[in-house]
């Protein structure tokens, strides 16, 4: 069997660029990945007594398969209950241990060895770029980083695209500056902004850039929002923003929504981990009415929803839930899935890994995941 190694060195050889083997068109379902993130408990979300997302523990359980019993696996020595993990565990479907790719700590830009869903989608079917999404938070700046592996056989060619504040403030400073109006004081530190934001994320520097789908994207949204990022939500509620108008205007075959907002307890109020999880509860309702009324989505459209990492239980604790403890409850997670082929109202309390979440998407979207580790759940 011929891989993409090979054709690149036969294109080479002869003087001409690889030829990729084509790939058959993607006729199976959408799927919308949630990432109910930022850490939540159990108890807060999808136990009914003490939930602050009704919707998704009295409404959408009722229409979909919940596994009440997954957890994030430990690795002796590394913390795996954190955020930037949780969504590589998710997008790779490994607990591969993670470390900053230029050794910076906290820095988190962590690099995938691994494949993640988008390069197996790609490399499987012909699916272009701008329909394979990560809808990213703002606060989250190292996230940019997860559209590919440094795999082998997989990497830049089948990366997928970030929509997120960071990124639209990279195309906006860009066309500022060529448009040649902003006063000379405000242009230095404009220029100096964009090499700022550019260096987070220098694998999909320009000129690579996000193309012309992504850019008419970024026009509309400037067009409609304007240039001061006041108008705009912020927070969570942007990133339900974002992936609604992603769905009418980009049609993406798989999109991957990383809330956050329940994270902001770290700053010291535990408010904001109640309150960030009703605001993921009501984007989901959002996502959920958005595919309802848009034919290309409607009936044939999955969603996966399921949190990057638990947060402790501490009782003696001020605040009783943070996540860098290696408590039991950091590792419970959960996840439930929804929409076509999907048993309705089924619950299960085996125990299950976030693993497994990546096979059964792989599964359900018919592609190959030779690198993952879990197993298939439906
Ligand atoms: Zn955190």
């Known amino acids: 069997m011929t891989n993409r190694r090979e054709l690149l060195i036969a294109g080479a050889l002869v003087g001409t660029a690889p030829v990729l083997a084509a790939r058959p068109a993607y006729s199976g379902p959408n799927v919308i990945i949630v990432r109910f993130g930022g850490g939540v408990r159990r108890r807060e979300t999808i136990d009914p007594a003490h939930t602050y997302a009704p919707y998704l523990s009295k409404s959408l359980t009722l229409r979909g398969t919940l596994f009440s019993n ?9 913390t795996t209950t954190s955020h930037a993990q949780g969504t590589l565990y998710l997008l790779t479907g490994r607990y591969d241990a993670y470390k900053d790719i230029e050794g910076q700590f906290l820095s988190e830009r962590f690099e995938p060895a691994a494949p993640t869903l988008f390069e197996y989608l790609r490399k499987t079917y012909d699916v272009p770029t701008h ?7 703002e606060d989250r700046k190292n996230e ?3 559209t590919f592996s440094n795999h082998d056989l997989y990497g830049v060619d089948y990366r997928c695209h970030t929509l997120s504040l960071a990124r639209f403030k990279r195309y906006l400073f860009r066309q500022q500056i060529s448009e040649g109006e902003l006063p000379e004081s405000e242009l230095a530190k404009t220029r100096k902004t964009l090499a700022e934001l550019e260096r987070l994320d220098y694998r999909n520097a320009e000129p690579l850039g996000q193309g012309e ?14 240039d001061s990022g006041f108008v705009n939500a912020r927070g969570d509620a942007l990133l339900t923003r974002l992936a609604v108008r ?17 994270d902001y307890v770290h700053w010291g109020n535990p408010s904001h981990y109640t309150r960030g999880i009703s605001i993921i509860d009501r984007g989901l309702e959002s996502l959920i009415d958005a595919v309802q009324i848009n034919p290309t989505y409607r009936g044939n459209t999955i969603f996966v929803i399921v949190p990057d990492c638990g947060r402790d239980s501490n009782r003696f604790q001020r605040i009783p839930f943070q996540h860098h403890f290696n408590s039991r409850s950091a590792h419970e997670i959960w996840a439930l899935l929804v929409g076509p082929g999907i048993p309705r109202g089924r619950s299960f309390d085996h125990r299950v890994d976030q ?3 990546t096979a ?19």
């Not at 329909?131 to 938070?137: K, R």
């Not at 008419?216 to 400037?222: A, V």
């Not at 992603?246 to 329940?262: E, G």
């Open 213 to 226: 789908k992504l850019d008419t994207f970024w026009r509309n949204w400037r067009a409609y929002y304007g």
């Open 131 to 137: 329909q394979c999404l990560i809808v990213n938070g």
């Open 246 to 262: 992603a769905l009418d205007t980009l049609a993406p075959k798989l999109m991957m929504i990383n809330y956050q907002d329940p």
């Open 355 to 357: 693993t497994d979440v």
């Open 144 to 146: 940019e980083y997860f």
């Open 360 to 378: 059964t998407i792989g599964a359900l979207m018919g592609m190959a995941t030779s690198e993952v580790e879990g197993r298939v759940l439906i």
């Open 70 to 78: 997954m957890e994030v696996s430990e690795i002796k020595d590394v």
